[in-house]
């Protein structure tokens, strides 16, 4: 399995961005896929998260209302589409595959992607 991240940059507080995963390498539609990010000296942390069936999504509560995940099944993408971005958000941002467990929790994803930069500017 092979994930990799694009959509990163430099914005302005209150602006938006969307991160794409593209994955390969397997079935994509049998993964559940996450998104965690990891600020300088800070633990990764998790941000959001859809299933294999599209319409279960997990939001970390510090994204939830500004934060979009989904996926594309067809074309084999996930993605996470963000708004009203603060530069608490930050991160070197990280796509992920599970085959199940609690979805939250960095430990039951198996394939990580090499991670993409989000840095939002005040």
């Known amino acids: 399995v092979s994930l990799e991240e694009s959509g990163g940059g430099l914005v302005q507080a209150g602006g938006s961005l969307t991160l794409s995963c593209a994955a390969s390498?397997?079935?994509?539609?049998?993964?559940?896929m996450g998104w965690f990010r990891q600020a300088p000296g800070k633990k990764r942390e998790f941000v959001a998260a859809?299933?294999?069936?599209?319409?279960?999504?997990y939001y970390a509560d510090s994204v939830k209302g500004r934060f979009t995940v989904s996926r594309d099944n067809v074309k084999n993408t996930a993605s996470l589409e963000m708004d009203n971005l603060s530069p608490g958000d930050t991160a070197v941002y990280y796509c992920?595959?599970?085959?199940?467990?609690?979805?939250?929790?960095?430990?039951?994803?198996?394939?990580w992607g090499q991670g993409t930069q989000v840095t939002v500017s005040s």
């Open positions: 992920a595959a599970s085959d199940g467990g609690d979805l939250m929790k960095a430990n039951f994803y198996y394939s």
């Open positions: 390498g397997g079935t994509f539609a049998n993964w559940h």
């Open positions: 859809v299933a294999r069936d599209p319409n279960y999504t």
